[in-house]
């Protein structure tokens, strides 16, 4: 059973529209967090990076919250523009570690 | 350079052959990680090397797979006797150091017919 979950696996939204995604995660010891965007045909980009103390995270129309009690995370995409369509994708790293644990991936498609 | 280079960009082999994928990090980065993504996939850790040595390579599937830093900068990782399996997309992340964001490259898509 993967480490990191997510849901939808994947999304349709109307350009302009809100959408959140989500992450659950079972890595233990946690150290931190991250959302990455993924083009088609690129390499992530990291997107939000939150630790245990940090309950929201914006960068732009992205808004990252976490739950570390519950083991939640969401990623909320505001206004969403056609150049939103990517993966998703949580990742969480293993405190004392190098190695991070990354989650499927939701597929985000923004229509006209 | 400006990003995380990889080359070549799309690599098609036999199966049983020899390849080898190479990484450019983005230079003062002393992190180094190796991925492999599977269609509709996160990337799935196969090592991270921290300078010149490999800090961690228990995400190497099998003996097949190698990877090496020689000088700490550029990395290869290898694969012998390729399997139709190991079809996949081999990304390079490199870092300032092993806590720090990690940067990717546009990844070199392996297919083995």
């Known amino acids: 059973k993967n480490q990191v979950e997510q849901s939808p696996q994947s999304l349709i939204i109307l350009e302009g529209k809100n959408c959140t995604l989500q992450c659950n995660y079972t890595v233990s010891p946690f150290s931190n967090l991250r959302w990455y965007k993924q083009d088609t045909g690129r390499g992530p980009v990291s997107l939000t990076i939150m630790t245990f103390s940090e309950n929201t995270k914006s960068n732009g129309r992205y808004t990252a919250t976490l739950d570390a009690d519950t083991k939640q995370s969401s990623l909320h995409i505001t206004a969403s523009q056609l150049s939103d369509s990517a993966s998703y994708i949580c990742v969480v790293r293993r405190a004392g570690g190098f190695k991070t644990i990354f989650g499927a991936g939701t597929r985000l498609f923004v229509k006209a | 350079g400006a990003g995380v280079s990889q080359t070549p960009s799309n690599k098609v082999t036999e199966k049983g052959k020899y390849v080898e994928l190479r990484c450019d990090p983005i230079s003062g980065h002393t992190a180094l990680y190796w991925y492999r993504q599977s269609l509709g996939q996160g990337p799935e850790f196969l090592i991270y090397f921290q300078g010149t040595g490999a800090a961690d390579d228990s995400g190497l599937p099998n003996d097949r797979f190698f990877a090496v830093r020689p000088e700490g900068s550029v990395s290869t990782l290898k694969i012998q006797r390729t399997e139709r399996g190991d079809s996949a997309v081999y990304l390079c992340?490199?870092?300032?150091?092993?806590?720090?964001?990690?940067?990717f490259g546009p990844g070199t898509r392996l297919l083995v017919l």
């Open positions: 992340a490199s870092s300032l150091g092993g806590q720090e964001t990690q940067y």
